[in-house]
């Protein structure tokens, strides 16, 4: 069976991930797109029928606080792939990896997942094939989307 284990040594060190920034036409066009639609997509992501949204809920590695937010996570076998459109700095991303673990609600159903690994391309291929079709996979690329986070789904 594949998940995100099975990446093993071919993972980077999480302790110390190289820095990945969003591409160019993320920060400039979708950047501050996020302020206004972030409120409204928290609601909708995780909810049945509205694809290609799921919510990360995680807790601070500062703070301690609770937070939630969306992402465009989908599920290929026991692992979860979220394309890391904001680069791999992006608070929520760095919350979920120094806390090992986290909740994400995709299509109304809450799932506990742990061992956050991040990948490139090549190491998430498998994955990403699985979860995206080729119109969405052509997407990511375009959005200059260069690492993944991929997370393992817990044994209930």
Request: net charge positive; proline share 6%; hydrophobic share 45%.
């Amino acid at each position: 069976m594949m998940d995100a284990s099975n990446i093993g040594q071919a993972a980077p060190d999480r302790s110390t991930p190289a820095v990945v920034r969003p591409s160019r036409f993320v920060r400039v066009v979708m950047g501050p797109m996020t302020k206004m639609l972030n409120p409204a997509m928290r609601k909708l992501a995780g909810r049945r029928h509205v694809m290609m949204a799921a919510q990360v809920h995680h807790v601070g590695r500062k703070s301690g606080r609770q937070y939630v937010t969306p992402v465009g996570a989908r599920l290929a076998g026991r692992t979860f792939v979220i394309p890391l459109t904001f680069g791999n700095q992006s608070d929520w991303s760095r919350n979920v990896r120094a806390a090992g673990r986290c909740s994400i609600r995709l299509n109304g159903v809450d799932n506990q997942v742990s061992r956050p690994e991040l990948a490139d391309w090549a190491q998430a291929a498998p994955f990403v094939r699985m979860a995206f079709n080729p119109v969405l996979r052509a997407g990511l690329r375009m959005l200059g989307i260069r690492q993944f986070l991929l997370l393992t789904l817990d044994d209930r």
